[in-house]
């Protein structure tokens, strides 16, 4: 059996973030379902050189935000941020196949011999992002085990890119690195064909490779009995706060939160603690999903559920980009007053995922292939 490693940002951020569990594990599961009895994927439990000094547990030390406020509301949140952080680690350690070992930039050559590794995969999410880790070895594949046609990217970002004169002739050479190239987004499609010769293709994102079934085996029983809405914030936004209020005052709704916004525990249901497979379960049962959350605007599709998005800073680009494929681009709002379609027919919706996904496997499946045998080769 050969091992395809998953590259991602995944285990070591600031904040745990389900997008990113969540986007591995279905990409995980799809390299495993088109491997069959040939390959199965593994993740890398890699740490990049940015990230080394970032400790979960003390999220104050490293925080964006440096608004007392935020910062006091992130204090008052360190028990569920705890809490949650076991449920994270409890999750890639059972629900995935992953390297016994921790890996950094010091040691990461030795991941082939140690875990059988025969290819590599790098994505998705924003690893492509220079503001966020800089141009990464692990993430651009520039260890001296993941060239010579051993690495593929898939869904890989660059969220909204901000290269100068030196960081775009770096990429340029690391571009080189992939035997092909699958992108989240359009915004650097064009670019980064121009700068390679291998394939480039536009792709979905992982969690929409699979349908709303192949979560139920991961999704924790319904939480709450009593009707909600459930409010997943990223970023504070005091617009996004007052619509879901607004709804939910309307319907006669509880408000089920998961933010950093501990002080809103004496009107809402606050959730930070919420493992994978719990805000699975709150996504899935939920009434209405008001959020400025990429992958929870996915998921909120994914199980069919009436939701809008706020816009925003630096996620703007992706979630226009998705809204527009789902054709629901009026679910965006800024500040709340927007008017959008009070329904929304996701057998339509469905469709339109259901061509783009075609597409992804196909591409995913086709470069797979390639290495595999590629390495079949090289191994004589």
């Given amino acids: 059996m050969k091992y395809f490693g998953i590259v991602s940002y995944n285990i070591y951020a600031n904040f745990t973030n389900y997008g990113s569990a969540l986007q591995s594990w ?3 599961q799809t390299i495993d379902n088109l491997g069959s009895d040939k390959w199965k994927a593994k993740l ?10 970032k400790d979960p547990l003390n999220p104050m030390k490293n925080m964006w935000d440096k608004d007392e406020k935020m910062r006091k509301e992130c204090e008052l949140s360190l028990p569920a941020i705890k809490e949650n952080y076991v449920k994270f680690m409890r999750f890639y350690n059972e629900e995935f196949s992953k390297t016994k070992k921790s890996y950094t930039s010091s040691d990461f050559n030795d991941v ?21 880790f800089g141009i990464d070895d692990g993430y651009y594949a520039n260890y001296d085990c993941m060239k010579n046609g051993q690495t593929i990217s898939y869904a890989a970002s660059f969220g909204d890119p901000h290269f100068n004169e030196d960081t775009y002739k770096v990429l340029n050479d690391r571009l080189q690195n992939f035997k092909a190239i699958g992108l989240r987004e359009n915004n650097m499609l064009e670019y980064v064909k121009k700068h390679t010769n291998v394939n480039v293709q ?3 994102d992982p969690t929409l490779i699979l349908n709303a079934e192949d979560y139920e085996k ?3 029983e319904k939480l709450e009995n009593e009707k909600y809405l459930l409010l997943y914030s990223r970023r504070y936004n005091q617009n996004m706060y007052d619509f879901a209020e607004k709804i939910a005052k309307e319907n006669g709704w509880r408000i089920i939160e998961i933010s950093l916004q501990a002080s809103n525990a004496s009107k809402h249901r606050m959730f930070y603690e919420a493992g994978v497979e719990e805000f699975l379960s709150l996504v899935k049962n939920a009434e209405f999903i008001v959020t400025n959350s990429f992958h929870g605007m996915i ?13 925003r800073e630096q996620c703007s680009t992706k979630i226009e980009e998705l809204l527009k494929l789902f054709g629901l681009e009026d679910r965006l709002l800024i500040n709340g007053s927007e008017k959008f379609n009070k329904n929304i027919d ?5 469709e339109r995922i259901n061509n783009e996904r075609i597409q992804s496997i196909k ?4 470069e797979l292939n390639n290495m595999y045998v590629e390495g079949d080769k090289a191994n004589g």
């Fill in 202 to 204: 536009k792709v979905l």
């Fill in 299 to 311: 998921f909120a599709v994914q199980f069919r559920r009436q939701f809008v998005i706020f816009s």
């Fill in 26 to 28: 279905a990409l995980s």
């Fill in 112 to 132: 082939v011999e140690d875990e059988n590794i025969s290819g590599f995969v790098c994505g998705s999410d924003t690893i492509f992002c220079v503001d966020e």
């Fill in 218 to 220: 991961i999704t924790a």
């Fill in 346 to 350: 996701y057998i339509k919706v469905h």
């Fill in 44 to 53: 890398i439990d890699y740490c990049p050189d940015i990230l080394k000094d």
């Fill in 363 to 366: 591409f995913l499946k086709k």
